[in-house]
């Protein structure tokens, strides 16, 4: 059945390619060559197949933002964003300790960014981001804190957290 629908597509453009050559008016502008427009870009670039709405920040650097609520459904969350605070890559996180009695999960979501690990920007504070949003879920004592580790990709620097549970 794909293939069906293939050729009826290629038909049709085939059909008006055909009118416009026959009307005597071509294309304003012929698609770039190789040189112009790689294929890597074509594939992974802005415009390209993978990543359609991504657009090359003007300045280069990541910037690592941390977030969360403090509640126990979002205590901590970590990210990662370029100039133009679109995400980059996910950092991971591993729980170094946490509280006995409870079950911390490690999930994707978007948060607002409150904070920077480090990085080159402080431009996209206050704004929503994506990355990893640390919840708990379980008995804790009071006073009980969660310690973590958050790796950002791709220079593999990593901050030590410790976050305290809130009580039910």
Known sequence: MPAIVLRAALSALAVSAGLLAASGEGFAQ????????????????????????????????????????????????????DFNCQQTQVPTIRVLSAPPGGQVFIRYGSFTARAIDGGATTLCLGRQAKGLVVSFKGKAAPGSQIALRVTYPPRGAWYDHVIPVPPR
């Open 30 to 81: 012929s698609p770039p060559t190789l040189q112009e427009y790689p294929l890597r870009d074509r594939i992974f670039g802005p415009g390209g197949a993978v990543f359609p709405d991504y657009v090359t920040p003007s300045e280069y650097g990541t910037a690592y933002l941390i977030g969360g609520s403090g509640t126990r459904s979002a205590l901590f969350a970590a990210g990662t964003a």
